[in-house]
């Protein structure tokens, strides 16, 4: 991370079999959290929590609510 006046921005640091050192820019800092809290919150996107649709709840089989035939 680095600061440059009043904003801070956030770089990944990868180093090779040599020793050579890469730099690749992320974003800036405010950016980053504001999407992760957009994410968190479930604003971008599809919100629904995944495999809650009826019928597939735990502990339930289906529309039907019967077990499957073994």
């Known amino acids: 991370m680095r600061q440059r006046g009043k904003k801070y921005y956030v770089y ?3 180093k090779d079999s040599k020793g050579n050192v890469k730099e ?4 800036s ?8 809290l957009k994410l968190k919150a479930g604003v971008l996107g ?3 929590p995944k ?3 009826p019928g597939l709840e735990p502990g339930t ?6 077990p499957p035939s073994l």
């Open 29 to 36: 800092l405010d950016k980053i959290i504001e999407t992760y």
């Open 51 to 53: 495999g809650l649709e």
């Open 61 to 66: 089989f289906g529309s039907t609510g019967v």
């Open 46 to 48: 599809d919100s629904s």
């Open 24 to 27: 690749i820019y992320i974003g």
């Open 12 to 14: 990944k640091i990868e």
